[in-house]
């Protein structure tokens, strides 16, 4: 079995955040690290590949990121949690790529991937905590003409007579929903069920030492007019920091405040 988990480099959720002159988040700093919610969907892929009998001959789970050259962090954060390849696209031509644009490099290296080894599963987190969009996923399995099973809670894959089936558990707001796809599918998963590993010091030390591929832009035949912000569907127009609200009251004190507090929300009305 062969599962690539797509992560991010992106600044710490708790770290202050600010905006470029181009409205763009402000990256590469000292904070920076692997997206929470890509660590649930490597735990994810880690564990389907062990069903499976990974770490063992025929297995495979690699992580891949697209990004500058300080985004190899993230890859060695993937490699240190029990990952045995990394692959990272870096080529300045894709700076500023939207979520669309992002997935057609993806995608161009999944398929390059896939033609030297056939993937089973492409892994991915339900959103990257910079941007919130949580379109990768879909728009990665348009583009390779998979099927998508996301929002993921429970994964499973058996061997079908017809090759490789994807069996996924999720669960909405009313329902369980178990959906199946054939292999090659692209999952995204939920951050309740996959309780990330944390590395061990043997895993931290041979992660520093591990080759990274590293691909660009040409080594996967993707036209740099189709990324980076001419490339994109959306741009960013204006932006500017969240101010503070200047009307916020912070009521203190024990049960004798209460009135003061339900007054207040009354003048408010909201009670």
């Not at 062969?2 to 955040?17: A, E, F, G, T, W």
């Not at 690699?62 to 696209?89: C, K």
């Amino acid at each position: 079995m062969r599962v690539v988990v797509c992560v991010k480099h992106v600044p710490d959720i708790q770290s202050p955040r600010s905006l470029g002159e181009d409205g763009r988040l402000v990256r590469g700093g000292d904070d920076d690290t692997l997206n929470e919610l890509d660590e649930d969907a490597l735990e994810a892929g880690l564990r389907t590949a062990e069903a499976a009998g990974f770490p063992g001959e025929g297995h495979d789970v690699t992580v891949l990121t697209v990004g500058p050259a300080h985004a190899v962090e993230a890859l060695r954060r993937g490699l240190a949690m029990g990952a045995s390849g990394a692959v990272h696209v870096s080529d300045g031509a894709v700076a500023g790529s939207d979520a669309i644009a992002t997935a057609r490099v993806l995608a161009a290296a999944v398929a390059k991937l896939h033609a030297e080894s056939p993937v089973d599963l492409v892994v991915a987190g339900m959103a990257g905590l910079d941007g919130l969009t949580s379109l990768v996923p879909a728009a990665l399995a348009e583009l390779l003409g998979w099927p998508q099973l996301t929002l993921a809670d429970e994964i499973t894959v058996t061997d079908g007579p017809d090759g490789r089936v994807v069996r996924v558990q999720r669960e909405t707001s009313t329902d369980v929903e178990v959906l199946t796809a054939p292999a090659p599918a692209v999952l995204s998963v939920t951050d309740q069920a996959f309780r990330p590993r944390f590395p061990n010091f043997k895993g931290i030390m041979a992660a520093r030492k591990h080759p990274v591929t590293v691909w660009t832009l040409a080594d996967l035949g993707v036209d740099p007019a189709t990324v980076g912000a001419d490339g994109s569907t959306t741009r960013v127009v204006t932006a500017q920091p969240r101010p503070e609200r200047p009307d916020r009251v912070l009521v203190t004190g024990d049960a004798e405040t209460v009135p003061a507090l339900v007054d207040y929300l009354s003048q408010k009305g909201f009670a």
